[in-house]
């Protein structure tokens, strides 16, 4: 084989060398970050929400598995065996109500009246969160032994960097409680 022809292989091998290995490098530029606890993506609220709640009596939480729930005319709505439940002035809705088969409540801890039922939020904006943004958010989570039912309502916002939810909580007017605390929530 000549000179020339050995020349060209060496130089085609080192530039498919070159590119495999570019490819390498780019294929893991970024994987990280994505499932890091502060992100520049937009968060998109459904799904697995690890929430806790803190009172004088002490903290309870649980975890809730949030879904879609189409807005009727800027409000949440939904129909449980319990009644109606509705939340005003919102654009996007989740909800987790396990007897309406839509999302879950799992991992309950601490104290509760009654266990948690039902877990509903409305967002004064669309869902994806945009990137390093907030937006308000308006919810409920009722609890329930099938017979007495509490209703706590919850105000706060949620922030798309850190993937979090806050803010504060307290019966609400038609409940028998009169608990007032603050909540926290962490997309999980």
């Not at 919102?90 to 039922?117: E, H, K, L, M, R």
Request: glycine letters at 12%.
């Amino acid at each position: 084989m000549s000179l020339e022809k050995q020349l060209v292989r060496l130089l085609g091998g080192l530039l498919l060398l070159c590119f495999a290995g570019l490819a390498l490098v780019l294929s893991g530029c970024g994987s990280g970050s994505k499932n890091s606890t502060n992100s520049n993506q937009p968060l998109t609220v459904e799904g697995a929400w690890k929430i806790s709640a803190s009172e004088v009596a002490g903290s309870s939480g649980f975890t809730a598995n949030i879904v879609a729930l189409a807005p009727q005319s800027g409000s949440c709505v939904v129909n449980t065996p319990l009644g109606q439940f509705k939340i005003t002035g919102v654009t996007t809705c989740f909800i987790a109500d396990p007897n309406a088969n839509q999302g879950s409540i799992s991992g309950v801890t601490g104290v509760w009246s009654y266990p948690p039922a039902g877990f509903m939020v409305g967002l004064s904006a669309a869902d994806p969160v945009p990137v390093n943004s907030t937006a308000q958010m308006f919810g409920f989570f009722v609890e329930t032994d099938g017979y007495n039912v509490e209703i706590i309502d919850l105000n706060g916002t949620v922030t798309a960097s850190t993937k979090t939810m806050s803010g504060t909580f307290s019966c609400d007017a038609q409940s028998p409680c009169n608990y007032t605390g603050t909540f926290t929530a962490t997309h999980q």
